[in-house]
């Protein structure tokens, strides 16, 4: 009920390809859904989130897609860049919460 | 500039050496949090503190002690007693339960 399953562990792009990265989460409580960027050897810090009342959260080339029935949410990266390269981690927790519940992450890399 | 500090950035302990690791935020946060990173296994909870004088054990809290004396404040101590603790240690903090998420740089604890 509290895990947060993540996939790919690891994925590669081709530069101005899209990146994909998935979660799934079983505790329909949960109402707060961030995803982290981390680059080798810093903390993370926060990418974007979405609440459930919406289906879709866009910043830039940033995207998370929402679905509730489903209890899935992925993040999307368009247009890749090597920049991009990093490990991503969705999370979910539930608004004044103890606990955030964090994906074991997937690495991208992304091409030139 | 508001954030969270952790020191050391490396840290090497003996076997049987007890260490502590520096967290300090600016934040005016209450909620404080340890995690521990492994490869490939996401971010694991070792300790959390919501307030002042009092902290709860997280999913991985065996070997691990804290303190939280000052509202800024929130260290985290390796005993010995910690069969494995080579690992990247992640400090952080939320101004509300259960939202976004600030981290610190890390401190990477290698046994030597």
């Known amino acids: 009920q509290q895990q947060v399953k993540q996939s790919p562990q690891s994925l590669i792009v081709q530069k101005g390809g899209i990146s994909i990265i998935n979660c799934a989460y079983e505790n329909t409580a949960f109402d707060y859904f961030p995803w982290y960027q981390q680059f080798p050897g810093k903390g993370p810090a926060l990418l974007i989130a979405?609440?459930?009342?919406?289906s879709e959260k866009k910043e830039g080339r940033f995207t998370i897609s929402f679905n509730k029935s489903a209890k899935q949410f992925s993040l999307h990266i368009m247009d890749s860049q090597p920049g991009d390269s990093a490990t991503y981690f969705c999370?979910?927790?539930?608004?004044?919460?103890?606990?955030?519940?964090f994906g074991a992450g997937t690495r991208l890399f992304v091409k030139a | 500039d508001g954030g969270i500090t952790q020191s050391p950035k490396y840290l090497f302990r003996k076997e049987g050496q007890n260490v502590t690791l520096s967290c300090e935020q600016n934040l005016n946060h209450d909620a404080m949090y340890w995690y521990r990173q492994d490869p490939g296994q996401g971010l694991r909870l070792i300790y959390y503190s919501q307030i002042v004088n009092d902290f709860q054990k997280g999913d991985i809290a065996e070997g691990y002690s804290v303190s939280r004396e000052k509202k800024e404040s929130f260290p985290l101590t390796v005993t010995s007693a910690q069969k494995n603790p080579t690992a990247f240690y992640l400090c952080a903090s939320m101004l509300n339960r259960g939202t976004e998420a600030f981290f610190g740089q890390g401190t990477r604890l290698t046994v030597v």
């Open positions: 999370a979910a927790s539930i608004t004044g919460g103890f606990k955030t519940i």
């Open positions: 979405i609440r459930p009342d919406v």
